[in-house]
C-alpha cells in the first residue's frame, strides 16, 4: 500500500485582503502556515457552506492576539483568503455578510483550475506561493 500524495492545496487572496495584509503586516508566510493549518484540520471556525475563520500570528504577539481572516476553504483543494480584520476593530462577522462569503464561496471554490488561472492573470486572484518571506 502505496502513502497519500501530499496535499495540493492552491493558496490565494482578493485584492481586498491584499490591502488589508499590507496594512496588518502580514506576510505570504504568515497566509501560508495559516492555511497548512486548516488543511491540517486546525480550523479556528468553521462558519459553514466553506467559510472558514482562521486565526494569523502577528509578530511577536501569538494567534490569539493576531489578525481574523475568512478564508473561503476546500480541504486538499483551495483556500483563498477574501477579508481580514482586526479583533479590536471587529468582533466578528455579521450575519449578511456570513451569507455573502457562502455565496461567494460556492462560486470560487466551484472554479476550475483554468478559471482560478485566469483570474490570477487577471490580477483577481494573487497566489501564495510556499512558505515565502516578505509582504504579500
Not at 483568503?81 to 471554490?109: H, M, Q, S, T
Amino acid at each position: 500500500m502505496s502513502p497519500a500524495p501530499p496535499s495540493t492545496l492552491s493558496i490565494l487572496k482578493g485584492k481586498a485582503f491584499v490591502r488589508f495584509a499590507k496594512r496588518a503586516r502580514i506576510s505570504d508566510s504568515d497566509l501560508w502556515q495559516a492555511a497548512q493549518r486548516a488543511n491540517d484540520g486546525l480550523v479556528d471556525a468553521d462558519l459553514g457552506g466553506g467559510v472558514i475563520k482562521q486565526r494569523i500570528a502577528r509578530a511577536g504577539e501569538g494567534r490569539s492576539g493576531g489578525s481574523r481572516s475568512i478564508v473561503l476553504f476546500k480541504k486538499n483543494n483551495r483556500a483563498v483568503f477574501v477579508y481580514g480584520f482586526e479583533k479590536k476593530d471587529v468582533a466578528n462577522i455579521g450575519r449578511r455578510e456570513l451569507e455573502a462569503f457562502r455565496e461567494l464561496a460556492a462560486v470560487i471554490l466551484g472554479y476550475t483550475d483554468a478559471d482560478i488561472v485566469r483570474l490570477v492573470g487577471e490580477g483577481a486572484l494573487i497566489r501564495v506561493e510556499g512558505e515565502v518571506d516578505g509582504n504579500g
